[in-house]
């Protein structure tokens, strides 16, 4: 496996699912629901909801329940990542690579791939902060979230009730669903983290082998986001209340590398749309509107 600048434009072209398994397998991507196929434009995506009521049976009955049909509107954005990269930097970051713990064995990742992994983390990257910085957009007092009441940002001593506090603030139909996430910086992950353990209440999901952190006798799990460093906020919520919308049906969302070797610089570009919003806010949560 050789260092081979004209085996990039080769590779970007034959692998044209990069860019969607880059924005796809984003870590806060599994904590909301996803929409494909989506234009770079504002959008109405539709949802709905519904009610279903038990009736005695007989011949005359009537419809009873219903299914409520709605839509959530996502400014979607074409986004992109454009750089020349100097040949001599990225000969000397595969090298890194090759020599980092664990590439033992014998085994090189092929200089191409390497060097396109790099561009597809830092498309992920960008995912990451925009989901919470959205989320931090989208649910909050003012907009109609649920207030727990937190009057100040929360230490290691006041963690615990905080959180709870918050799960407390949401609605019981919420509550009561299977796929509650409680959203915050790293930094407060940890806290919260080393707050359970030292409270001999952390409960970890080493079944699913994922190391899951959930809010102890509770369904919702802890989800820290890049987007939030720096903020105070926690966030609960349903996953299927917040809404990703991305296109990655066509080629115009894609990555591609090109060496220019008159000028001996590899031309990266990667575009891919990003948007995203929350339906119903009012059975969502925040942490105080301190």
Known sequence: MAFNLAALTAYTQENTDLL???VLNTDE???????????????AINVFSGTITEQDRDCNMADAGNLTFDQVVIDVEDKAIAQDLCPTDLREYWLAERMRPGAVGGEEVPFEETIV?????????????????????????GGGAQNSGQTAASTAGTIIDDLNDLYEALPAAIQLKDD???????????MAVRAFVAANQFHYDFAAGTGDVYLPGTNALLVQ??????????????????????GL???????R???????????MRAYYRRGLAVYDVANTAVNGNF
């Open 117 to 141: 992994s790099y561009v597809a983390s830092s498309v992920q990257k960008n995912i990451s902060d925009f989901i919470g910085g959205a989320l931090i957009s989208n649910i909050n007092v």
């Open 225 to 246: 986001s890049s987007g939030m460093i720096g903020s105070n906020r926690f966030l609960a919520f349903s996953a299927s209340q917040a809404i990703f919308a991305t």
């Open 29 to 43: 991507l599994a904590h909301v629901s996803i929409r494909t196929g989506v234009p770079a434009a504002r959008t």
């Open 20 to 22: 969607s398994s880059a």
């Open 180 to 190: 509650v996430k409680i959203f915050m910086s790293p930094s407060f992950y940890r």
């Open 257 to 267: 590398m090109v060496y220019d070797n008159v000028n001996d610089k590899v031309a």
């Open 249 to 255: 049906m066509d080629d115009a969302e894609t990555i």
